[in-house]
């Protein structure tokens, strides 16, 4: 199968953002870490009243990024209708969850106040996360514009021993009534 523009674009997209969630996971790790222990006057921590839902928000969107690059990963080696399916239904589930991180993590520096280089590293992630995730998930459902693009919903070559160029329900040998 040739290779499509949109799998050219996506591959280096998903290793980007592969890494960028691992970064986002070990840093708001560490900084929930921080917070849960009390130790909010580290040097390289501090936050403010939105730093805790940011924090939680951030990690549950890292750990299901992570989990939609493998999907994706899959998808990209087959390039199919069907692993379409599994890697851009957890693609814009992680983009959704982002999204809330990146909400947050605005809020948190409309609040303000003093908050260290970490949380700042993480916000800076995160808010690039959330453009370049959406990014990807429109390279993953391009196929929906034309097969040139990719894999798209509407191919309906689902039928496992269905020879070429018959389709429908007579193909299947299943009767029709004329109703």
């Known amino acids: 199968m ?10 280096p997209l998903l290793f980007l ?28 921590f501090g ?34 209708n069907d692993s379409l399916a599994a890697a851009g239904s957890s693609a814009i589930v992680a983009w959704a969850v982002t999204a809330l991180a990146f909400g947050l993590a605005c809020k948190e520096i409309n609040i303000g106040g003093w908050r260290g280089w970490r949380l700042r ?9 959330g453009f370049t995730q ?23 070559e689902y039928g496992v021993g269905a020879p070429p160029g018959e389709k429908g329900a007579a193909a299947a040998g299943v009767p029709t009534t004329g109703v």
């Open 134 to 156: 959406l990014l990807y998930v429109l390279m993953l459902h391009a196929g929906w514009f034309s097969s040139r693009y990719g894999p798209g919903y509407r191919e309906t």
């Open 2 to 11: 040739a290779r499509t523009v949109a799998r050219s674009v996506a591959a």
């Open 47 to 80: 936050g403010n009243g939105a730093t805790m839902f940011f924090l939680v928000f951030a990690i549950l969107a890292a750990v299901l990024g992570i989990i939609s690059k493998f999907m994706g990963g899959n998808h990209l080696r087959v390039w199919r």
């Open 17 to 44: 953002n592969l890494v960028m969630y691992f970064i986002v996971l070990g840093f708001a790790s560490w900084c929930l870490n921080r917070y849960i222990n009390g130790q909010t006057n580290h040097p390289s």
């Open 121 to 129: 590293v993480l916000e800076g992630f995160v808010i690039v996360l």
